[in-house]
């Protein structure tokens, strides 16, 4: 039981790491809220496969019961939510709704709270929306999220970019360029604006001769000019 009980805590912690949803401090606090003593080593952390015939009824059925118990059942939550695919728990999500009459998503807004809701709210979310949320978070308010929009326009896919932009402009009803054209400038806001437009070369193969023109392209504005060639 501790084995599979640390096995889900560690997804939870491998899930948050992966789509950097929260700071370090906020890992802290999750770790001690869940008395999680166990040293983590993120080669530990299994990636989650899916169930062949998935039927979510009895994980809606296990999710209202911990829900619905004295002071939350936050450990049946987690086994539930952090054995599940993206796809099981999109599933999860419209048998919940249909089987109680309410979204599972608001459910947990009223029932948890700090970091640990965080944590579930981000699990209950498909990719693409994730993202989109968080690169809204990077670019809302004071100041500039950098890394976060790196972190996330740089390691995506061109489907994955069209599908992150399709849900930002469903979710907040304005186009991802704009708003990263608004909030950066420069180089940096040319290099994000080209980075999310997906359609960057996403070929395998190394072609030699390109690699030694690159190379040769870079010398001629780094090494031997004064100054740099940003554009080039």
């Given amino acids: ?10 997804e939870v912690l491998r899930f948050e790491l992966k789509v950097n949803c929260i700071n370090m401090s906020f890992i802290k606090a999750i ?16 990636m989650v496969k899916g169930t062949p015939g998935y039927n ?27 054995k599940r695919t993206h796809a099981e728990r999109h599933q999860i999500k419209a048998a919940y709704r249909q089987t109680t009459g309410k979204p599972l998503e ?20 498909m990719p693409p929306q994730y993202d989109a949320c968080e690169l809204k978070y990077a670019t809302k308010g004071l100041g500039t999220d950098e890394d976060t929009l790196i972190e996330i326009l740089a390691s ?32 940096f806001q040319k290099t994000l604006l080209a980075l999310a437009k ?10 030699d001769n390109l690699v030694e023109a690159d190379a040769r392209a870079l010398c001629e504005v780094g090494e031997k000019k004064k100054g740099t060639d940003r554009k080039s």
């Fill in 1 to 10: 039981r501790r084995s599979s009980d640390l096995a889900c805590r560690k």
């Fill in 31 to 46: 770790l001690e809220h869940m008395a999680l003593e166990d040293s983590l080593d993120p080669a530990d952390a299994a």
């Fill in 56 to 82: 979510p009824a009895a994980d809606v059925a296990n999710l209202e019961k911990a829900i619905k118990a004295k002071g939350v059942d936050e450990a049946a939550i987690t086994n539930i939510l952090t």
């Fill in 106 to 125: 608001e459910v947990m807004k009223k029932t948890l709270s700090g970091p640990y809701e965080m944590v579930v709210l981000g699990l209950l979310m």
């Fill in 156 to 187: 995506r896919g061109n489907a994955e970019i069209k599908e992150m932009t399709k849900a930002y402009k469903e979710e907040f009803k304005c186009e991802l360029s704009k708003d990263l054209s608004s909030d950066t400038a420069g180089d």
């Fill in 198 to 207: 997906g359609e960057r070369n996403e070929d395998v193969r190394v072609d």
